[in-house]
């Protein structure tokens, strides 16, 4: 789908053609009682739901000369910054697939040496987290679980790969399906899938699965779904990326390599 450009109360969006009459209806400059926080993000950044049209609202201030030159030239993978440009063309490129929150628009505008970013995207009310579902069920875990693991083979067949797969990312819905959220990081076209699932089954675990299920429960429930699934894999090599990803943490810089490089890859099981 094409998106078009429309200026509202001063910033310039790239707007989904059937959204751009509610678009500027919106009223972002005033206080506006629609208008409430989903997530505390600190100084520079928001995460907010409009009641009046029903949708994720993100804000993100761009505050140094670093942070935008990364932005501009779309430099990825580095720790420490932020931009809602990666989860809009992310979230854009992946628009077909139906477990992809769908994006409305994005938005910007500049006051030298600030920039303001905003991205709209679907909310899915009354969703509760893969966080949450473990918390509140766990005579379900391993059904909570197992449905994760659907969701990563889903991933992988859609021909990309969450970067943060971890608990409060997934969202589980009331009409029972499973969705990723948060695209600020994300690798599209993996290659090496016994890569992408070690990577995406252990991450899970690491952050922060071991919370609700041992150590030794989890990797059997691993080892059962991928014996099930994934016949296709090199269990040796799987079960190196798993153990790794597992038991310690990998930088994001350090993973966008791995994805990019098979050299990276093999570094980390050597």
């Known amino acids: 789908m094409i998106f078009k450009k429309i200026k509202h109360q001063g910033m310039i969006y790239h707007v989904n053609p059937e959204f751009a009459e509610k678009l500027l209806e919106c009223n972002f400059k005033d206080n506006d009682q629609d208008i409430t926080p989903l ?26 000369f670093r942070r935008r030159l990364y932005t501009h030239f779309g430099v990825q993978g580095l720790s420490g910054r932020f931009s809602l440009v990666d989860e809009y063309k992310n979230l854009k490129a992946l628009s077909h697939i139906d477990f992809v ?121 691993v080892q059962e779904f991928i014996s099930e699934n994934c016949s296709d894999l090199n269990m040796r090599i799987f079960n190196l990326y798993f153990e790794r990803f597992k038991i310690s943490k990998v930088s994001r810089k350090k993973r966008f390599k791995c994805f990019s490089s098979v050299r990276e890859r093999r570094k980390l099981i050597i």
């Open 39 to 64: 997530v505390e993000m600190g100084r520079y950044r928001s995460i907010c739901v409009s009641k009046k049209i029903n949708m994720v609202i993100k804000n993100n201030t761009l505050t140094t």
């Open 101 to 221: 929150p769908k994006v409305y628009a994005f938005g910007k505008c500049s006051r030298f040496p600030i920039k303001e970013e905003r991205l709209i995207i679907e909310y899915y009310e009354d969703a509760l987290t893969a966080d949450e579902m473990l918390r509140l069920y766990p005579e379900k875990k391993n059904l909570i679980i197992s449905m994760v693991f659907q969701l990563f083979l889903k991933a992988w067949n859609s021909k990309f790969a969450h970067m943060d797969p971890h608990l409060r990312n997934i969202l589980f819905l009331r009409c029972g399906n499973i969705i990723f959220i948060d695209f600020e990081c994300c690798y599209l076209n993996p290659k090496d899938k016994d890569f992408y699932m070690g990577f995406s089954t252990g991450y899970f675990f690491h952050f922060w699965a071991y919370k609700y299920i041992s150590e030794t429960e989890y990797s059997t429930s």
